[in-house]
């Protein structure tokens, strides 16, 4: 629930008040013309990483393996798309992080430890 309430009210509210502050140092459409490039350019880099992660995807079934970091890596990268597309310099900073392969890889193996952790609680 907690979770839910940060990304239905604080996010945007925190990212209104980032853009109001964006926009009054550097004007109004200098901000909405860095968003929209934010934007575009995030959209070619989700599909740059997205590829790659599809064509590693294929190596690992190929050679006769779980897929299991590959699977992971198109989820963060699908997350990082969703934030790139949503307004706002925060989402942007946070998409374009996950983008970035190193980043991807610690928010990787940190997720996958959780999950770890839950299911074995559950079924160990």
Known sequence: ?????????????????????VGQVIGTWNTIAILLLVSFGGAWLVKREGIAVVRRFREQMEAGRVPGRELADGVLIL???????????????IGLLLLLPPVRSV?????????????HRRFG
């Open 1 to 21: 629930m907690a979770v839910l309430f940060l990304a239905f009210l604080v996010v945007p509210v925190v990212e209104l008040a980032v853009i109001i502050q």
């Open 79 to 93: 997350f990082a798309g969703a934030l790139l597309l949503t307004p706002g310099f925060v989402t942007d900073f």
């Open 107 to 119: 928010v990787r193996a940190g997720a996958m430890h959780r999950v770890a952790l839950r299911t």
